[in-house]
């Protein structure tokens, strides 16, 4: 049992009761809409898999990572542990002196495991579903800004590092305040999810609509 169990019994068994509960009442809930719709995840007509299956199997991914390992779903932390390795590689002395590293040196972590497991999961549901795109450029992208790979990639990367440093800033990404903190009702987290939303209409609309 963890420190936080320790500290909160009465808290952790009233977690973990209702993480089983919430867990089994939401799978009930699916098989009833996919049984009264006729459909399944493989049969949901779009995408190859039904976004209310996915999304509520992530719902239960994520009361069973609090249940069992007492951690919350990120991937933001990824990134900066990325960043400590290849300092320790490249400027090792800088990089001890950083108080980030100080307090969390790189290592091999949960959430480090969490993004590659993401990135190997993604790929087999692509596979799996039969929607794997051998393509550089989405179709949407080239109709927009013709089929300039240099431009997406310049773009993308631009897009990341603010992305990356936005998540860092707010001390969560979307999967850290989107998924883990919205379902903890805390209210940082629903400002950050609320700001994610506001942020992308602010770019999608001049970057393809004008």
């Excluded at 500290?7 to 809409?33: E, V």
């Excluded at 307090?103 to 790929?123: H, M």
């Excluded at 897009?159 to 883990?180: D, E, N, V």
């Amino acid at each position: 049992m963890n420190s936080r169990a320790n500290r909160h019994p009465l808290g952790g068994s009233i977690l973990k009761s209702a993480s089983l509960i919430g867990t089994l009442a939401l799978l009930l809930l699916c098989a009833a809409a996919d049984a009264g719709a006729s459909m399944d995840a493989r049969d949901y007509p779009g995408a190859a898999w039904s976004p209310y299956f996915v999304g509520a199997a992530i719902g239960v991914l994520c009361w069973l990572t609090f249940y069992f390992s007492d951690e919350r779903i990120g991937a933001s932390s990824f990134y900066a542990q990325i960043a400590g390795f290849l300092g320790k590689v490249l400027t090792p002395r800088h990089t001890a002196t950083l108080a980030y590293f100080k307090e969390k040196p790189p290592s091999v972590s949960w959430e480090f495991v969490f993004v590659v497991a993401v990135i190997i999961g993604g790929a087999l549901g692509a596979l799996t579903g039969g929607e794997f795109a051998n393509e550089w450029l989405p179709p949407l992208w080239v109709a927009r800004f013709d089929d300039s790979i240099a431009l997406r990639a310049m773009v993308a990367f631009a897009g990341g590092m603010l992305m990356a440093f936005g998540a860092r800033l707010a001390g969560g990404c979307t999967s850290g305040h989107g998924i883990s903190g919205t379902l903890q009702l805390n209210l940082g987290s629903w400002i950050s999810v609320i700001c994610f939303f506001i942020g992308g209409v602010a770019v999608a609309i001049p970057l393809f609509k004008w």
